[in-house]
């Protein structure tokens, strides 16, 4: 199965930590963060992904190379411009051409997840998109549910009088699994944002889904979150596979 691991970014809230390298790039316990973001994806049978690249593209090609070294297929997406997060993947829309459903994730979300179980979660609710969702006060964003998940209300980077109108303590975790359907309603050539532009128009008709974390799961966003994923993938907290091992192959 496809997917797309989101590295473009420039990670300035990072400060010095990304003068020299890309935010995906970051070292945690020996490893930079996207070689555990793509050890976990082939691990769960998402084996063939595209990344997109703009802010020091060689470092992430040197290293990463073909995927090889987790047991992927890397496919890399240049950005001269950058896209935003779904605007990338609008850039990348003939790599789907043949995924009736793929997998979007964060190039700074470290997280073990089954997604296994997720994807099963959006078929069985007809979802058109399905995002993960974990509960956290004061975030970014704010994700209402109904009870079978079915997403009532997204806010990405709500002001203060728009949280006020959503009580919920779900949040975006930054990973989403769509349908192909979604790529249609990226315009083409521009700056477009999944989480501000794209999947908010799914609520109204009820395709938006939210399904909750169960592994564990830490945004790069800070260095005292880089210090924190790399605590959680030393003491084993977060759990990524070696490339090695038999790859779980999840159900079509």
Same mark, same amino acid.
């Given at each position: ?7 473009a970014?420039?990670g ?9 390298a890309p ?6 316990d ?10 976990h ?48 993947l609008?850039?990348?829309? +003939?790599? =789907?051409?043949?995924?009736?459903t793929?997998?979007v ?5 470290l997280?073990?997840?089954? #997604?296994g ?9 007809k ?5 993960l969702v974990?509960?956290r ?8 549910? +109904? ?5 009532? +209300? =997204? ?5 203060? +009088?728009?949280?006020?109108t ?10 989403c699994?769509?349908?192909s359907q979604?790529?249609?309603?990226i ?8 989480a ?10 009820g395709r938006?889904?939210? #399904? ?10 800070s260095?005292?979150r ?27």
């Amino acid at each position: 199965m496809k997917a797309m691991v989101l590295s473009a970014g420039l990670g300035t809230r990072l400060g010095e930590l990304t003068r020299d390298a890309p935010k995906p790039m970051l070292d945690v316990d020996g490893r930079p963060l996207l070689e555990h973001i793509c050890r976990h994806l082939g691990s769960q049978g998402f084996d063939q992904i595209a990344v997109n690249l703009h802010f020091m593209p060689e470092v992430i090609r040197n290293h990463m190379g073909d995927g090889d070294r987790c047991g992927v297929e890397i496919t890399y997406s240049q950005e001269p411009k950058l896209l935003g997060t779904a605007g990338g993947l609008k850039n990348v829309e +003939a790599y =789907f051409d043949d995924a009736d459903t793929l997998l979007v994730h964060y190039g700074d979300v470290l997280t073990d997840q089954d #997604f296994g179980e997720m994807l099963a979660f959006h078929r069985r609710s007809k979802a058109m998109a399905t995002m993960l969702v974990h509960r956290r006060e004061h975030s970014n964003s704010v994700v209402g549910m +109904a009870t079978d998940g079915r997403v009532t +209300a =997204f806010l990405e980077r709500p002001n203060d +009088a728009q949280r006020r109108t959503v009580d919920s303590p779900w949040v975006n975790s930054g990973v989403c699994i769509c349908d192909s359907q979604v790529l249609d309603l990226i315009p083409p050539g521009q700056f477009c944002d999944l989480a501000r532009d794209v999947l908010p128009e799914l609520v109204a008709g009820g395709r938006l889904f939210g #399904f909750p974390l169960s592994g564990y799961r830490c945004a790069v966003d800070s260095p005292l979150r880089l210090q924190e994923a790399r605590a959680a993938v030393a003491t084993g907290r977060c759990q990524i596979p070696r490339p090695d091992l038999v790859r779980r192959k999840i159900a079509a």
